[in-house]
């Protein structure tokens, strides 16, 4: 944030449009990390002050997580991990699955939240609508149609392509009558909405979620997986070792109890500390505000990137609708590849942003109309390492550092690149990656090991 950032022929200051896939860490958060470091130490086993700090600290971040999602500590078990693509991992390992049992995505969903389950089940995708919602009426067909196999219902609170926010608590309903349970990727929903996970007791309830430190402004390599306790109170833990263990003879071995049981080895304090910090300062903000600011932020660029001659809008493009989906836009400008748009803000006008399918291959084919035999043409592409011609949108994502000045600043940039006034761009075809002609970069002017 504010830093200034090398551009062609000079430097501008950065603008961050690429919040969804990780947003900088808060000054706050920055603040907590070195305020805690010199009192960290090992947690869970050491005697010394230091480690009965730390230990105090980890425990305190994970009852701030179970709060800032309203879990409750009988029902609820807050599981630290890496992001929300391990979270997910550990679930699907976790839950007594069988390849017969059903798992029920949406067709939006990320990577992470398709193919773990893909190893453990089968995974039907219910349909996307042509403006890329969940499709509810081929939800309840396919509760229907498999009804009595359905184990679980695995959808995305926030999606990070198209932004859209499905009704997480519809689904959870559903989901129950039919005698699932459901898991909601909480990624791009943590640091934008507030989330409730409900108590078993009430329909709507969320049985599992997940999220990733580093999409809420606590890039410290700490995530989190929430939900049943019960769930995790039997079988046997996907990793297994130091910390995971009651006891342990030569022949036996009794797992500790949930959370223990599931955080195999030394735990990471600092980035559980720092995550907890960060959902103190959005809670301290208060996440409604926080979502209102973001959606005046969509409603206005949706607005301005309509006139830049070429745009195309994907998802719902409809500005007045703004407070229903997440700040997440995605776009392509005709007759200039994706990469290049993507390299051309970057390159020329310090913009962070992102481009190509965003970890959501089958989402972003199907927003483009790719039948079957276009999604095999790609796979045939990218596979004998034409990337270039890969197929992709252009994704702009806010957070808490953006204002209506970069947008503006943005959509100034992508009229210029409509019109065609960017400079020469070569690309790699192994990579996809297009670059000016010549540049090279100064990495080490910035910062180098
Ligand atoms: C919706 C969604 N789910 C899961 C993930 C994976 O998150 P992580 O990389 O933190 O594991 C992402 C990351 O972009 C995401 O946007």
Redesign the pocket.
């Given at each position: 944030m504010g830093a200034w950032v090398p551009v062609y022929g000079g430097t501008r200051p950065y603008i961050n449009l690429d919040n969804?896939?990780s947003t900088p860490a808060l000054q706050v958060v920055e603040d907590a990390v070195h305020e805690f470091l010199p009192w960290y130490s090992s947690v869970h086993r050491g005697n010394g002050f230091k480690s009965r700090l730390s230990t105090h600290v980890y425990e305190q971040a994970r009852a701030i997580a179970a709060g800032f999602v309203g879990a409750d500590p009988q029902e609820h078990v807050v599981i630290f991990g890496?992001?929300?693509?391990?979270a997910i991992n550990k679930l699907a390992y976790r839950l007594p699955l069988k390849r017969t049992d059903i798992v029920i995505i949406s067709g939006g969903e990320?990577h992470?939240?398709d193919l773990p389950w893909r190893n453990r089940a089968t995974v039907v995708r219910m349909d996307v609508t042509a403006r890329g919602g969940t499709n509810k009426a081929d939800f309840e067909r396919l509760l229907e149609r498999y009804a009595g196999r359905v184990k679980l219902v695995a959808i995305?609170g926030?999606?990070?392509v198209t932004g859209h926010m499905p009704d997480i608590h519809w689904f959870a309903r559903k989901a129950h009558q039919a005698g699932a349970q459901i898991f909601v990727?909480c990624?791009?929903l943590a640091a934008h909405r507030p989330i409730h996970i409900g108590k078993l007791t009430d329909d709507g309830h969320l049985d599992y979620i997940a999220l990733?430190g580093?999409?809420m402004y606590a890039p410290f390599g700490t995530?989190a997986l929430i939900g049943r306790r019960d769930t995790f109170s039997h079988g046997t833990p996907e990793y297994s070792g130091g910390g995971t263990i009651s006891v342990v003879t030569d022949k036996t071995v009794d797992w500790a109890m949930p959370p223990e049981s599931e955080e195999a080895g030394s735990p990471n304090v600092v980035g559980a500390m720092a995550m907890a910090r960060a959902m103190q300062t959005l809670q301290g903000i208060g996440l409604e505000a926080i979502a209102s600011r973001e959606a005046a932020l969509t409603a206005y660029a949706l607005q301005w990137l309509a006139t830049v001659p070429g745009l195309q809008l994907y998802g719902d493009t409809n500005p007045e609708r703004a407070a229903t989906r997440a700040a997440v836009i995605p776009f392509t400008i005709a007759g200039v590849p994706h990469g290049l748009v993507a390299a051309a803000l970057a390159w020329e006008w310090g913009i962070g942003v992102r481009s190509g399918c965003?970890?959501a291959q089958p989402y972003v084919m199907r927003l483009l109309g790719l039948n079957r035999a276009g999604q095999q043409r790609v796979r045939y592409d990218i596979l004998h390492r034409h990337r270039e011609r890969a197929p992709g949108l252009v994704r702009i994502s806010f957070g808490l550092c953006n204002t209506t000045d970069d947008i503006d600043r943005l959509v100034e940039a992508l009229a210029a690149i409509a019109e065609g006034t960017h400079r020469e761009y070569t690309v790699d075809a192994a990579t996809g990656e297009y670059r000016p002609k010549g540049a090279k970069d100064n990495f080490e002017h910035y910062f180098s090991l």
């Open positions: 969804a896939a890496k992001n929300t693509t391990e990320h992470s939240n995305s926030a999606s990070n990727d990624a791009q990733s580093h999409k995530g965003f970890c």
